[in-house]
């Protein structure tokens, strides 16, 4: 019996430590950043590429998720503003990025607030937060 307890205790440890986040129906790829400096905070889509991140995606309808909330003004309080950022760039480092979609030189990430919580509470998101960056500072965890 103690060994069946420590049989099952073992594999629901296991199961919570690999427990992945997912965005669109897909386990999504953990990424660091290297260059916080290589952010586009208001960049606007075109229709290219719209079309193609609209290619990548299970839903759709995430697009325009994801078009409404890369913008600075709908992030966190701590990280809204260019002068924020410049101030906070070292905890911005310890967000948990993951990989949405890339177009062009650029990729998208999601700062999800479930796997955030570790951060100071300015800089939880509250709802969707999607940064844009050059793909040359987006790097697999």
Not at 2 to 26: E, N, P
Not at 36 to 61: F, H, I, P, W
Not at 77 to 82: E, G, H, K, M
Request: hydrophobic letters at 40%; one cysteine or more.
């Amino acid at each position: 019996m103690k060994h069946g307890i420590l049989l099952l205790l073992v594999a629901a440890s296991f199961t919570a430590c690999t427990k992945g986040f997912y965005i669109d129906g897909k386990k999504a790829q953990a990424v660091k950043i290297t260059d916080m400096g290589e952010m586009y905070s208001t960049y606007n889509l075109s229709q290219a590429e719209k079309t193609e991140v609209s290619r990548q995606l299970n839903d759709k309808s995430l697009l325009d998720v994801i078009i409404r909330y890369t913008k600075e003004g709908t992030w966190p309080d701590a990280v809204n503003t260019l002068d924020d950022r410049l101030a906070n760039r070292k905890t911005m480092e310890r967000y948990n990025f993951y990989k949405v979609a890339s177009f062009g030189n650029k990729t998208i990430v999601s700062v999800p607030s479930e796997k955030n919580q570790h951060m100071p509470a300015a800089y939880i998101p509250q709802g969707p937060m999607y940064i844009i960056f050059s793909s040359s500072v987006v790097a697999s965890k």
